[in-house]
T-cell receptor, first 108, second 120 residues
Framework: GIQVEQSPPDLILQEGANSTLRCNFSDSVNNLQWFHQNPWGQLINLFYIPSGTKQNGRLSATTVATERYSLLYISSSQTTDSGVYFCAVGNYGQNFVFGPGTRLSVLP | GAVVSQHPSRVICKSGTSVKIECRSLDFQATTMFWYRQFPKQSLMLMATSNEGSKATYEQGVEKDKFLINHASLTLSTLTVTSAHPEDSSFYIC????????????????FGPGTRLLVL
């Protein structure tokens, strides 16, 4: 099956800093989403991005499908950005395979 | 956007009892729903795929007689944890997908808010 890796596993930032999270996947997929899991467990969909680049406020994401990786950029981080960020990949009509996540802590 | 709800949000039960978790698609028809389980500080792992009107497909290592899945309508799938034990304590999340209009419509997966199960 598809393998998904994420790096780094843990990240501690000072408020205001920028960061880049990486997701590598082992096979071609037509569905890739980035999620933020808040402290209550809710998965917040950040981006649907099987290819290309998207931006939403302080967050942006880029997926290079031919090289099987995706990047999530967080700029001017805030304490509310803390939590776990998951990359999930799959194909239409099928389940997602989740990466192990990156645990982000933003300190005031 | 599409919304998936789950009920209950958290449940505490005694060992040996059964617990039912409901997953509903509120504004779209979900012929397929997925059930995931997440242990503390770990990622989400697929347990089973629930198909409306047919038997669920379980992942390797997941006991189908212990985790009963029923998908009787296009908007509701239920997961029943039978004879729950403390090792079943976990965060259970369901999801489904909705596709945008047209033949090239974008398909996005939507996740329920999760159910936190604690078995004493």
């Amino acid at each position: 099956g598809i393998q998904v890796e994420q790096s780094p596993p843990d990240l501690i930032l000072q408020e205001g800093a920028n960061s880049t999270l990486r997701c590598n996947f082992s096979d071609s997929v037509n569905n890739l989403q980035w999620f933020h899991q808040n402290p209550w467990g809710q998965l917040i969909n950040l981006f649907y991005i099987p290819s290309g680049t998207k931006q939403n406020g302080r967050l942006s994401a880029t997926t290079v499908a031919t090289e099987r990786y995706s990047l999530l950029y967080i700029s001017s981080s805030q304490t509310t950005d803390s939590g776990v960020y998951f990359c999930a990949v799959g194909n239409y009509g099928q389940n997602f395979v989740f990466g192990p996540g990156t645990r982000l802590s933003v300190l005031p | 956007g599409a919304v998936v709800s789950q009920h209950p949000s958290r449940v505490i039960c005694k060992s040996g009892t059964s617990v039912k978790i409901e997953c509903r698609s509120l504004d779209f028809q979900a012929t397929t729903m997925f059930w995931y389980r997440q242990f503390p500080k770990q990622s989400l792992m697929l347990m089973a795929t629930s198909n409306e009107g047919s038997k669920a497909t379980y992942e390797q290592g997941v006991e189908k007689d212990k985790f009963l899945i029923n998908h009787a309508s296009l908007t509701l799938s239920t997961l029943t944890v039978t004879s729950a034990h403390p090792e079943d304590s976990s965060f259970y999340i369901c999801s489904s997908y909705s596709r945008g209009p047209g033949t090239s419509g974008v398909e996005t997966q939507y996740f329920g808010p999760g159910t936190r199960l604690l078995v004493l």
